[in-house]
C-alpha cells in the first residue's frame, strides 16, 4: 500500500514539477527574447521531456540501471501504443507530410542507433551518449534551419506572461517537485517489484513508463475534446526522440548504464522498434496520410500483447 502511494504521490509531483518548469522556461525565454521558434524546439521540448529525464539520471545514479533504462523504453511504447491509440479512438487525425520526410526516419534511426549501442554489450557508455546527444543537437539544427513550419508551437501553448518573482518561483518548485517526485517514485518501483517478486525493469516499462506518458495522454485528450487538430503524430514522435536521444544520452554522460535484466534486450527493445516501424505501414493504409480507429485498435491490441509478454 505504501508503495503505491509512493508511486502516485512521485507522479503528481512529477507531472505538477514538468508543468512548473515548463511554464517558467518558457516564460524566461520570451523575457530573453528568444524566438518562439527556438523555444517551441528546445524549452518545451526539454522540459517535457524533465519527468523522464530526472527519473532516469535518479534511478541510475542510485544503482537501478534497469529503472532508467526501462523509463524511456516503455514510455516510448506507451507513446505510440496506448497515448497515440486513445487519441486516433476519439477522433481520427491527419498525418502531416512532415511525418514521413523527418520525423519518422529520425526516430527509426534513433531508435537503431541505441538498439546498436546497447545490445551487444549490454552497456550505453559515456561515449555513446555523447554521440546521441550530439545527434539530437544536429537534429535540432537541422529543423530549426529548414523545417520551420514544423516546429512551430501553438501560440496558446508558449504565450505566458508571469511577474519575475513567479517565474523564479515556478522555476525553483518545479526542480524540487521533479527530484522529489522522481524519489518518491523510484522507491515506489523498487518497492513494488520487490513485494510481487518481479524485476524493477517490469516495473519500470509498465507502470513507471505509463506514468511519465501522462502528461502527453492528458494534453492529447484535452486536445481532443476541445476539437483541437493541433495534436499531431509528430509530437509524440518527437518526444520519443527525446526520450532516446536526450534522456538516455544525458543519463549515460552522467554515468554509464548497465543492463541487469537481459529481457530488455530480448523483449522491450525489440517491442519499442517494432511498434515504431509499424507506424509507418499504418499511416498509408488504408488511407492515405491519417489515423483512425481501426489503427487505435491495432496498437492497443500490440500495447496490450507487450504488456503480457513483459508480465507472463
Known sequence: MLNAFFILGGLALLIA????????????????NVPKIVIGMTVVSFATSAPELIVSIN???DGFPDLALGNVIGSNIANLGLVLAITVLLSSIDVKRSFYTTDWPVMMLAS??????????????????IIMVVCLFLFLVYLLRFQKPAVLEEDGVIEVSLPMYKTVLFLGLGGVALWGGSELLINGAVGLATAFGVSERVIAVTVVSVGTSIPELAA???????????????????SNIFNLLAVLGITSIITPINVIDQGLLTNDILWMLAISFLILPLVFFPKGLRLGWRDGIILVGIYLAFVYTTIG
Open 17 to 32: 514539477g514538468g508543468n512548473w518548469l515548463l511554464k517558467s522556461a518558457v516564460d524566461l525565454s520570451l523575457k530573453l
Open 59 to 61: 534511478a541510475a545514479l
Open 112 to 129: 537503431l542507433l541505441f538498439f546498436f549501442f546497447i545490445f551487444f554489450d549490454g552497456v550505453l557508455q559515456q561515449y555513446e551518449g
Open 220 to 238: 492529447s485528450v484535452i486536445a481532443i475534446l476541445k476539437k483541437e487538430k493541433a495534436i499531431s503524430l509528430g509530437n509524440l514522435i518527437g
